[in-house]
């Protein structure tokens, strides 16, 4: 057993213990990083807003086409919805997410000079952005701190017991921020998404085989 402590009658792991697992990860993958191919702040921004529910491959597919033609949030506030949903309709929830990027977009134009902001609050006014969207661009774009906790790292972290399996998105969040330093923080966040979405996946596997590559039992 990998747990060392005791919280709330599930036992889960110390910070040491967690420390040591994220540093095994990036043995593993050294490599992890965010997947979302974007050339500037304001790509990565509307890359994350369609990753929402779909997956890195599928946003990919679609934003070098979509980028071209609309390559600003000036760009993006004078587009058609229709022709923004003609270009991501092979995205989940691609009407509402072309409703948010042109809203989202305008906002950019008319409260901050067309600049991705650079604070989880500015950021989560934007329309379409939540807190783990805001995390990714705060880590990713701006190098601050930040944990974005979305459905591998959940996983992942009740998975291994680093979290407790009936903790809510923001108190893993929490967890994961008290367990480990802040210099930690961006790169854990890419280390257990690679972990849970190319080793530890959803789809039922032999979890002794992923503890062992952690150097666990």
Not at 183 to 196: C, D, K, P, T
């Amino acid at each position: 057993m990998i747990q060392t402590e005791k919280k709330g009658g599930f036992n889960l792991l110390s910070k040491k213990k967690t420390i040591e697992l994220i540093e095994a990860m990036g043995e593993l993958f050294p490599d992890a990083e965010c997947e979302l191919v974007h050339r500037n702040t304001f790509e990565l921004l509307i890359s994350v807003l369609l990753s929402a529910q779909a997956t890195d491959v599928s946003v990919n597919k679609i934003t070098p086409n979509l980028f071209e033609k609309y390559p600003t949030p000036e760009a993006f506030s004078k587009a058609p919805i229709e022709d923004i949903m003609e270009m991501i309709k092979t995205i989940n929830l691609y009407r509402n997410k072309s409703k948010y990027i042109k809203a989202c977009s305008q906002k950019l134009v008319a409260d901050f000079n067309s600049e991705v902001p650079q604070t989880r609050k500015e950021l989560e006014s934007l329309l379409g952005i939540g807190r783990k969207s805001a995390n990714v661009v705060l880590s990713v774009a701006f190098k601050i701190p930040a944990i974005a906790v979305d459905t591998h790292v959940e996983r992942v972290a009740k998975r291994l017991g680093i979290c407790s399996p009936d903790a809510t998105v923001r108190e893993v969040e929490e967890t994961l921020m008290k367990k480990l330093p802040p210099e930690m923080w961006s790169i854990a966040h890419h280390r257990l998404i690679f972990f849970g979405r190319y080793q530890c996946t959803a789809r039922s596997h032999d979890h002794t085989v992923c503890l062992q590559l952690l150097g666990q039992k």
